[in-house]
């Protein structure tokens, strides 16, 4: 077995006291078979944006299903706040409740849930199908909904599993704008799953790249925000991220 | 040629989105007369044959003595008191067999134990023809009211039970994970995610028990009656009344047409939030 271990660039910030999400030592086997979570060491702090990049296989939908409580922690310690929430690739919407009843489902708001559920979907734009049934959404609309049922929870751990991987290049411009924006006003942590390299480096402080259940790359990204393709340090990023995916680009 | 072909071609078919709110209700006005174009010539056939005499009315009474007979047996009360009584018991049976199936299918739908318990007998119960109960049921229940309600009632256990449970087990498992990371309890997820999503697959079992209950409605009524529209298709068997045994078999059509649109209609009102499928059912 590959036990060797591999010395991952930790988090240059020290001064951090306190993490929102904490993974230590994390291991995950499916039924005696190879571990597809190996040792894994994870932090995220308050308000950090953390992309998860990884080829199919490496793990990364099993590490979020883990840290937002669909499986088990069996090996290892994972501390995550109590408010979290999860936007998943297909949306998810209940199809017999309307949107707003959507958004606030399970929610204890009493009277106020349509209010809340309108101010937020007022938020990402969606403001105007708040009666509709979610099959008569489109595509870019569900995920909208899906991000506001999201952020009415206000979660402190918001994690997003390849949510916009099913949309059109030109919605899912749309909807990285959209998720940039409620990110500087929620400053909530997030994890985004992505194959997308151009999504991580657009939205996220620090892109992780997940390989064979450990972390291969920890690259902070210090760009400015908004950030563009054409900045060479995009482009330097950019390549830095492919190769540890086994891209080379040139 | 061709060329003008192609041209009226892409002519019709282009503003074909446009016109079609406008040609719908023509074209389908037209279908929905000319649906009914052939039965009704085999109506006036057969009338024309009963009336020259190549049909006998002991094998079948024409469509005007039919009516005939309706109106005498509705004026005289015969046909309201066994139509009444027939209804009563297929509504009993029915809201029987609602009661049992929909329980027995939340037990063994909501809980593993309850699955083991509950789903195996039902499993081997359904492949038993119910009607080859009828003997059993007589010598248990004797010739009273209950054998008959039973007999409706144990029909149409099954469709309902079998469909709601199939529907409980079938949800999405996307959305169950969904209710979980929502936080939802066990008791909301049932409430808004598993009984909501079952509905369709419940309301089809519906459908079927409605139909299943009137055909053990017909044999129960005219096994062993002395009333209901069974009983009275019998009865008219000894006095060689064809026309009264084919007002029951009309009535048995009716009330078949009847119950089932109501179904549908609960299926429209309940499944709103389904994308407009099939808006123009077929007459059946």
């Known amino acids: 077995m590959n036990a060797i ?54 793990g990364k939908s099993t590490l979020l299903r883990t840290l937002s409580g669909l499986d088990p922690v069996s090996e290892g310690h994972v501390s995550r706040p109590q408010d979290v929430a999860v936007v998943f690739q297909e949306s998810r919407l209940l199809p017999w409740k309307r949107v707003w009843q959507n958004i606030i489902l399970g929610q204890t708001g009493g009277n106020d849930g349509r209010a809340r559920a309108s101010a937020v979907l007022e938020e990402v734009g969606l403001g105007h ?6 099959l008569t959404l489109s595509g870019g609309e569900a995920q909208r909904a899906a991000l506001a049922r999201a952020l009415v929870r206000e979660p402190a751990f918001l994690m997003l599993d390849e949510p916009f991987a099913a949309l059109d290049a030109l919605t899912r411009l749309k909807m990285q704008h959209l998720v940039a924006g409620l990110w500087t006003r929620h400053r909530c942590a ?61 | 040629m061709s060329e003008t072909i192609l041209r009226t071609a892409i ?26 174009l052939s039965p009704l010539l085999l109506v006036v056939l057969w ?24 109106w005498s047996l509705t004026r005289d009360g015969t046909l309201p008191v066994n139509l009444g009584v027939s209804l009563l018991r297929a509504a009993s049976g ?42 059993l049921f007589i010598l248990w229940f004797g010739i009273g009211e209950t054998p008959k309600i039973l007999l409706v009632a144990l029909g149409s256990t099954f469709p309902i039970y079998l469909n709601l449970h ?24 049932i409430r808004d995610v598993i009984l909501p999503g079952a509905l369709p697959d419940l309301l089809t079992g519906v459908r079927f028990a409605v139909g299943i209950s009137w055909l053990m409605l017909v044999v129960a009524e005219q096994v062993n009656a002395d009333s209901g529209i069974g009983h009275m298709m019998m009865d008219a068997e000894d006095f060689l009344r064809t026309d009264i045994i ?13 119950s089932d649109q109501l179904v549908r209609t609960l299926e429209h009102v309940f499944l709103a939030w389904r994308p407009a499928r099939r808006e123009k059912g077929q007459p059946t």
């Open chain 2, 246 to 258: 084919l007002v029951g078999l009309f009535v048995y059509g009716l009330l078949g047409l009847t």
């Open chain 1, 5 to 58: 271990p591999q010395s991952v660039p930790r988090q240059s910030d020290e001064t951090r006291t306190q993490n929102a999400v904490t993974v230590q030592g994390l291991t995950r086997r499916f039924n005696g078979g190879p571990a597809v979570l190996d040792r894994l060491d994870l932090t995220i702090a308050p308000g950090e944006f953390v992309a998860l990049l990884g080829r199919s296989g490496s």
């Open chain 2, 166 to 189: 199939k529907g409980i087990r079938s949800i999405d498992p996307k959305l169950l994970e969904m209710a979980r990371t929502l936080g939802l309890s066990h008791r909301q997820t």
């Open chain 2, 11 to 36: 002519r019709t078919v282009r503003p074909a989105p446009l016109s079609r709110p406008r040609l719908t209700p023509l074209l389908s006005g037209w279908r929905g007369l000319s649906r009914y």
């Open chain 1, 190 to 250: 997030v994890l985004l799953v992505t194959h997308d390299v151009d999504e991580a480096l657009l939205l996220a402080d620090r892109a992780v790249v997940l390989d064979s259940g450990r972390i291969r790359t920890d690259l902070p990204i210090p760009l400015d925000r908004p950030r563009r393709h054409a900045d060479p340090r995009f482009e330097h990023l950019r390549s830095v991220l492919l190769e540890s995916l086994g891209v080379h680009d040139d």
């Open chain 2, 94 to 135: 029915l809201a029987i067999a609602l009661t049992a199936g929909i329980s027995l299918a939340l037990i063994s739908g909501l809980s593993r134990i309850g699955e083991d318990i509950v789903d195996a007998p039902l499993q081997i119960m359904r492949t038993l023809p119910v009607l080859a109960l009828v003997p």
């Open chain 2, 47 to 70: 009338q024309a044959a009963c009336s020259a005499g190549l049909l006998s009315t002991r094998l079948v009474a024409s469509p005007a003595q039919i009516i005939v007979t309706a």
């Open chain 1, 129 to 134: 199908r708040a009666d509709a049934w979610p």
